[in-house]
């Protein structure tokens, strides 16, 4: 019990009950010290680079699977203040405006085994492609990251209408799916052969963009050891969502809207 206590009006066993000052917040049924907490969900709001070896030698805690149910907490936290978000229908992305661009591609989150050699872990069961469009509007970026079973034309398409906005620029590679199904009359649509470009001579248009951006997110997901199964690598990707969309554009910061996040889901 940290501090004091609290003293409960019912009794149990004639006998009236105290309860920690930690009971219903997210400290609760925790062994670790408010002092350890505070400091690791500081460093938790530092940015995605979060190492436990660093953690463990600053003595926040001693293992790795504390620091795991820790930063569990913390997801599971920012996960709930993502999806009020997207009750409110504000999650789209893009626009009219010139100085805005969707880059829009599908990726493999699933690391290669060296030379062919090596035991399938559980990642290797996963078939599971992972769709993004990421908004870019001058120095802001903004994705939406999506874990689909197959990149087909029925798959994507659908995705892409509900989370652009009418009117986007958009940019892609020359896939058929991405030139055949995307509507002239509610996209302007700017695609580029890499077989031939990197950059389009005529539209000056690419995907440098997200290819930086896959880069980021899967060294981000593979130091949590976030990428074992398909829950997991959802969890992460939705938390990759909520860093962008509503953490970096907190007037406190990343912390700050931690902070606000954690008051408004244990309503203690």
Partial sequence: MDGPGRQCKRTRYHRKCKKSIRDGSMFSRSHKGLHDWMGFIYRFSQGLQLRQI????????????????????????????????KMRNAFKIGGRS???????????????????RGRFGGS???????????????????????????????????????HVKKGSYIYSDSWRAYVNALNPRAFRHFPV?????????????????????????????????????????????????????????HRNGVFGRIVHDIKRYYKV
């Fill in 98 to 116: 010139n100085n805005c661009f969707v880059v829009i591609d599908e990726s493999k989150f699933i690391h290669k085994r060296k030379y062919n």
């Fill in 54 to 85: 660093d953690l463990m030698s600053d003595g926040i805690a001693k293992s790795s699977t504390t620091l795991s149910k820790m930063a569990k907490r913390l997801r599971k936290v920012c996960t709930a203040s993502l999806k009020r978000l």
């Fill in 124 to 162: 290797w069961m996963r078939k599971g492609w992972v769709f993004g469009m990421l908004e870019v509007h001058k120095q802001t970026r903004r994705p939406v990251l999506k874990l689909v079973k197959t990149h087909s034309r029925r798959t994507l398409v659908p995705i892409i209408k509900k």
């Fill in 193 to 249: 052969n890499h077989r031939q470009h990197f950059v389009d001579p005529v539209t000056g248009s690419h995907t440098q963009h997200i290819e930086r951006f896959w880069k980021t997110a899967k060294c981000e997901i593979w130091r949590a050891r976030g990428n074992r199964n398909e829950k997991m690598l959802k969890t992460h990707l939705k938390f990759i969502d909520w860093t962008y969309w509503l953490g970096k554009r």
